[in-house]
Each structure stands twice: as structure tokens, then as C-alpha cells.
């Protein structure tokens, strides 16, 4: 059974930074595309970053220049680096994973068969 782990959430003002992590078990990430994802109560889940298996990058408009996502593959663990947050940041931080073949590194959320329990972050102004 695959187990996606984040940690990493917290409380901070606006212009600080946070880490997010996503430890893996079961299967190696280097095979997978993966993903975070936040939401808020009410809202749709956002995609904000995607890394695929060559290590390509995407990230939502509204983070780019602050939120980089990287992979640490001896650990099995994804990161989310987030600078320069926002109070519209503010949302439960979910990592994703997709171990297809020929697997994407998108914004879609539907093509994720694996979720954490997710990680609050709070951005107060």
C-alpha cells in the first residue's frame, strides 16, 4: 500500500517561508510524476506544482518566482519550498503522485491515484 506523508505546515506572516515534505513509501518517486495541490474550505483543489520523471518543472501562475518544487530520491521525498507567502496562500498543502507510464507533471488533479492527508499553511497578513 502506498503511504504519501507531508509535513512541514504551519503558521506564518506574510513574507516568510515554509517547507513542505511528502515521504513516500512503497515505491520509488523517481518513477512517478508528482504533485501539491491546496485547498480551502469550499473551493475546488488547486494545482501549484508538478515534477515529472526527467525532473521538469511546472508551477501555477500565482506562485511562480516564490514556490519551488524538488525531489530527493535517495530519501523518497518530495519538497515544496515556498518564499515570500501570501495570506492568499493560506490552505491545506495535499501532495499527489502518479506512477503511469508516460505520466505528466500536471495541474489536473484526476490524474493522481495517490494523496497525502495534506498539511495546513497559514499566512496571516
Known amino acids: 500500500q502506498v503511504q504519501l506523508v507531508e509535513s512541514g505546515g504551519g503558521s506564518v506572516q506574510a513574507g516568510g517561508s515554509l517547507r513542505l515534505s511528502c515521504a513516500a513509501s512503497t515505491y520509488t518517486i523517481s518513477k512517478a510524476c508528482m504533485a501539491w495541490f491546496r485547498q480551502t474550505p469550499g473551493q475546488e483543489r488547486e494545482g501549484v506544482a508538478g515534477?515529472?520523471?526527467?525532473?521538469?518543472?511546472t508551477y501555477a501562475d500565482s506562485v511562480k518566482g516564490r514556490f519551488s518544487i524538488s525531489k530527493d530520491n535517495a530519501k523518497n521525498t518530495l519538497y515544496l519550498q515556498m518564499n515570500n507567502l501570501k495570506p492568499e496562500d493560506t490552505a491545506m498543502y495535499y501532495c499527489?503522485?502518479?506512477?503511469?507510464?508516460?505520466?505528466?507533471?500536471?495541474?489536473?488533479?484526476?490524474?493522481?491515484?495517490?494523496w497525502g492527508q495534506g498539511t495546513q499553511v497559514t499566512v496571516s497578513a
Open positions: 515534477i515529472d520523471t526527467d525532473d521538469r518543472r
Open positions: 499527489a503522485a502518479d506512477w503511469s507510464p508516460f505520466c505528466r507533471a500536471t495541474m489536473s488533479s484526476r490524474v493522481y491515484d495517490y
